[in-house]
């Protein structure tokens, strides 16, 4: 009784030539977009090396299965199809009705059963070794605290707190012990680890031992709120004496502001800015040139402005603004708790938990309008005017 | 009594079937006002299609809205807070008002034509079942207009939905709105239960049950044991934000994770809640259309047992990346790898089905065929992250998304597309134009693969899902360009979907009761069937009837037996459907007044339900 009319076979070759033609450039095109800063296919640790390996062999599992089941079904169409055009007629012999085989349904339930068995026991094995509490005596302990939409990082052995970007030894075994301020997060380096939920009121392990040097992103990967897409973090992996260094760096005051408090002692406004200067000028590192950078966009009006009032203003509107409130900054009176550690902030690479470079025009739009870099960010507008911002910025940016 | 049951006086009085003229049984016929009284499972059954289309259609914009704005980096098309209700919405109204509907719009009109019954066993519960859905679903898209959708994802993850980190009445319109939605299922797979169970015609035992009955049975009694476990969270969740109590909130004692728990008991059963009545109308379609018997008839069946069965004991699988510790992680892993058995065991006996058999590509079996080849990359996408190890890095970002899109779009979708073209002539009268049907299915083919398989790749480089942007740099930018140009022209056959729909409804050519040659009883009726469906109910000796030596000839409308009785149109369904929804807007305002005024109306129309009678 069906009379549709049937796709004459160019036209037919033509759409099958046209979906295979679509299908490869699809892997065609996944595969080059790259480079692929953030990608779990590119392990640098321990824990994503293994991650990564099960991973491999389970894809060649599955590639194999796809190729025969999707090829039985091509071969299935093509070579039973009813190629005639035009109604059905009834004349053509019936296909034989074949109600079932029980030998057939045991192995194709055996098949996919033995298929599994070699996925499972690399499984299985897998998550005993990286599941499980590390048992490394030696191993780095840091506490991660996921805050929205920001990363809260304390070293327990060094008495060391910091945000959002977080040095770790290379060849060391790190654990890291997760909780929430807030709500779920999910801390996820994917070149150096799987994810482990950050979760209110429950406490969760993660260990691994990085094997290269480098800096490695990654971000909030359980849905966190407004700006959960805008909560990243930077894993720094240093070799053993870069990060003796670091650590040494962070647990003092920032060295412009350990500069100025030694010329308080002195008592001589000269001998302090010099100081400061020598300081800024033993960086030499990118903060260095940025700090020149930033005395430059500040304008000509601020070119007299030397760092020792740049510290001095800076820490007065900390003061006035309400910052204290919120931050942290070692060897000044700010011992707030809410808001990031900002005692070394101007050696980070980024502010804002990943967002923006750490430049004088970011840390600006930053302290301008929060909200506006990051919805529903904690931290107010502070209403301040164009010189405040811009003091405020070269103070924050003077802390390395 | 039941309605199978019912006397043989003619019956001219019921307002929802008109009996004369030409279309004397079309099921149809009749003003809007027949409509909102009917329970007749039929029209219940066009209605909960026409609306949870509806649904997927808005489902659908969501998506484009969302894919427009992940086209490029740091893009500004949404805002944060737009991006998250909408993604929130999406889910929320793909899985419980467009994908599950669509299913109950199949079960309704199908379900009594296969067994040879003439209503289901409860048909005013049925039409209430329907209201309830439409207005639940009305009721959480009202939130676009009252302050904001909800926005905490589908899953609404505990603390997150708690006043202190969700203000405003959004999360209370998803709370109130799912529980709505809670009764419509429930009410509707305990009639579907006893539908199938107790109405089935002469004959027809289990084993000669048609599969897609199976498999509604299967997904219905899925439904009523899975949802208790969201309604226990929900009215936990409901407490938390109305009444100030702590189940989830850990300053209190609470724990964040017992919603977790509580959420994927139901949400993992939800998904074979989503794909059985997939694979129920496969399982019609491939044999129709090779001219054969389902291969391994009872391996389907059973497999479709098996698979709910283990549904109940894989929640954890979720929850991966919780730590819940390596004994947890390796059972919920291995019950979830167990699952694959089972549903390769149907795959591969569709394909043997074909085997040998005479295929007829009409756009039924070309989605059919379309929904095996897509369903086989979601299963084995589904395979690598039952591993919990390769799961830690799988895990909420994009390739989990392309996984369930390649299941409940590559699988679900594309097999109720297979249904509607399958089922289209007997609701109808009328075919679709297969000329149509096949420019869609191509389009949306291609727009399928381009908007989901580059996905894997993004998940696997390191892009998590939810995220309203993205930064340059990260290798993201061409991927995500290539979905976004393969959603807009998924969405493009939709508009040639719904064009072949409108216009083959009223200019089809004229189907007659059997246009596919298809075994199963429904198509030994008139299309459209009479509104009675049997004039005399058939009695069944083997599971193709109409295969069978002479079965063509099975015809219950040449008996000349007088036209059976129908139930009477009613309105006390819609009315409690309507008091439920209104005492819900009164807890979602937190308005006592309301919720009595609610629970009053409740009162007066199940008074009013239990003391009409079912015939006038």
Not at chain 1, 234 to 246: H, I, L, N, Q
Not at chain 2, 317 to 338: C, Q
Not at chain 2, 597 to 606: E, K, M, N, P, T
Request: glycine share 10%.
């Amino acid at each position: 009784m069906n009379d549709a009319t049937y796709v004459p076979g160019a036209a037919r070759r033509r759409r099958v030539g046209a979906v295979a033609l679509a299908l490869s450039a699809l892997v065609l095109v996944s595969a080059c977009g790259g480079p692929f800063p953030q990608s779990a296919m590119d392990p640098a640790s321990d824990m994503a090396t293994r991650l990564q390996d099960l991973f491999a062999g389970i894809l060649w599992w599955a590639i194999g299965v796809f190729v025969i089941v999707e090829g039985a079904l091509l071969v299935g169409i093509f070579k039973y199809r009813d190629r005639r055009v035009g109604p059905a007629d009834g004349e053509r012999a019936e296909p034989r009705h074949m109600h079932g085989n029980t030998l057939l349904e045991l192995a194709w339930t055996l098949a996919p059963a033995l298929v599994l068995v070699f996925i499972a026991v690399p499984t299985m094995t897998t998550i005993w070794d990286v599941d499980r509490l590390t048992t490394d005596p030696d191993a780095l302990t840091i506490e991660v605290i996921g805050h929205q939409w920001w990363w809260e990082f304390r070293y327990p052995d060094y008495d060391l707190i910091t945000a959002n970007e977080a040095y770790i030894p290379e060849g060391r075994t790190v654990e890291f012990l997760l909780t929430s301020a807030d709500v779920i997060h999910s801390f996820w380096v994917p070149r150096l680890a799987g994810k482990r939920d950050v979760m209110p009121g429950h406490e969760t392990h993660l260990w691994f031992t990085a094997d290269s040097v480098g800096r490695f992103t990654g971000q909030c990967a359980e849905f966190c709120g407004l700006s959960h897409a805008l909560m990243k973090l930077e894993v720094v992996v240093a070799t053993p004496e870069d990060f003796a260094a670091w650590v040494e760096a962070q647990t003092q005051p920032s060295p412009v502001l350990q500069a100025a408090a030694e010329a308080d002692t002195i008592e001589a406004p000269q001998t302090r800015t010099e100081l400061a200067r020598e300081v800024v000028a033993d960086q030499e590192e990118p903060g260095g040139a940025a700090e020149a950078e930033a005395e430059e966009a500040a304008g000509p009006a601020a070119q007299d402005t030397d760092l020792a009032t740049i510290i001095e203003e800076g820490q007065q509107l900390l003061m006035t603004k309400g910052c204290i409130a919120c931050h942290r900054i070692q060897g000044t009176p700010a011992a707030g708790v809410l808001g990031p550690d900002l005692s070394h902030v101007g050696s980070r690479r980024t502010i804002a938990a990943g967002i923006l470079e750490n430049t004088t025009e970011n840390m600006i739009r930053w302290l301008r309008d929060p909200g506006e870099v990051k919805p529903g960010a904690l931290m107010p507008a502070l209403q301040l005017s164009e010189e405040e911002l811009r003091t405020l910025a070269a103070y924050l940016r003077s802390l390395e | 009594m039941t309605s199978a049951t019912m006397s043989q006086t003619h019956d001219a009085a019921g307002a929802g079937a008109a009996h004369d003229g030409h279309d004397d049984h079309a099921y149809w016929s009749g003003g809007p006002m027949s409509w909102i009284t009917t329970v007749d499972h039929k029209r219940i059954g066009v209605m909960y299609f026409v609306s949870a289309f509806v649904f997927f259609l808005v489902g659908g914009l969501e998506a484009l809205l969302i894919r427009a704005q992940l086209g490029s980096p740091e893009n500004t098309v949404l805002s944060a807070d737009l991006y998250n209700q909408l993604f929130t919405m999406h889910g929320t109204t793909m899985v419980f008002l467009a994908l599950m509907p669509l299913s109950a719009a199949f079960f309704n009109f199908i379900i009594p034509l296969q067994i040879g019954a003439r209503d289901v066993a409860f048909p005013r519960l049925n039409a209430f079942s329907f209201w309830v859905f439409l207005f639940g679903g009305l009721l959480l898209n009202a939130s676009f207009l009252f302050g904001g959708a909800p926005d905490a994802g589908w899953f609404g993850y505990a603390n997150l939905t708690s006043t202190q980190y969700s203000t405003g009445m959004r999360v209370d319109f998803w709370v109130f709105g799912l529980q709505v939605l809670g009764v419509s299922s429930i009410a509707a797979s305990l009639n579907f239960i006893v539908t199938i169970i107790n109405l089935r015609a002469p004959g027809l035992k289990f084993m000669r049950l048609p599969t897609f009955t199976w498999m509604t049975l299967i997904t219905s009694f899925l439904l009523i044991l899975a949802f208790p476990a969201i309604t226990v969270g929900l009215v936990m969740l409901m407490f938390d934000r109305t009444f100030g109590t702590g189940f989830f909130n850990p300053a209190m004692g609470g724990d964040v994770l017992l919603w977790q728990h509580l959420f994927w008991i139901f949400g993992h059963p939800e998904v074979y809640i989503l794909i059985l009545p997939a694979f129920g109308i496969i399982s019609e379609v491939i044999p129709t259309f090779s001219r054969k018997t389902l291969f391994g008839y009872p391996f389907i069946i059973y497999s479709g047992i098996l698979i709910a069965f283990l549904g109940f004991g894989v929640w954890a699988h979720h929850m991966f990346a919780v730590g819940l510790g390596p004994i947890a992680n390796s059972v919920f892993s291995a019950a979830t790898m167990l699952i694959a058995i089972p549903t390769g065991v149907k795959i591969f006996n569709w394909i043997a089905t074909m085997w040998g058999g005479k295929l007829r590509l009409d756009s039924p079996l070309l989605f059919a065929v379309g929904f095996v080849a897509m369903f086989i990359i979601g299963g084995l996408s589904g395979v690598m992250h039952s591993s919990p190890p390769t799961d830690l890095q799988q895990t909420d970002t994009y390739f989990v998304v392309a996984h369930f899109h390649y299941v409940l779009f590559g699988g679900s979708m594309f097999a109720l597309f297979a249904g509607i073209y399958y089922w289209f002539p007997k609701v109808t009268g009328r075919l679709m134009s297969e000329a149509l049907a096949k420019t869609h299915f191509w389009i949306m083919f291609i727009g399928f693969n381009l908007t989901f398989f580059p996905m894997h790749w993004l998940g696997m480089h390191g892009l998590p899902r939810r995220t309203f942007t993205y930064q340059a740099g990260l290798g993201f930018e061409a991927m995500n360009l290539m979905a976004t140009v393969g959603s807009f022209i998924l969405g493009g056959s939709m508009l040639i979907f719904v064009w072949n729909l409108l216009r083959s409804t009223r200019k089809g050519r004229v189907a007659g009761p059997n246009p596919w040659a298809a075994p199963t009883l429904e198509w030994s009726l008139p299309s459209p069937p009479p509104h009675y469906n049997y004039r005399t109910i058939p009695t069944i000796e083997h599971r193709d009837p109409l295969w069978r030596e002479g079965g063509e000839a099975l015809d219950p409308e040449a008996t000349g037996a007088p036209e059976p009785v129908m139930p009477s149109p009613s309105l006390w369904p819609i009315g409690l459907a309507a008091a439920i929804v209104i005492g819900a807007v009164g807890g979602l305002t937190q308005s006592l007044p309301v919720v009595l005024a609610g629970g009053a109306l409740i009162f007066v129309c199940v008074f009013g339900w239990a003391f009409q009678p079912l015939e006038r």
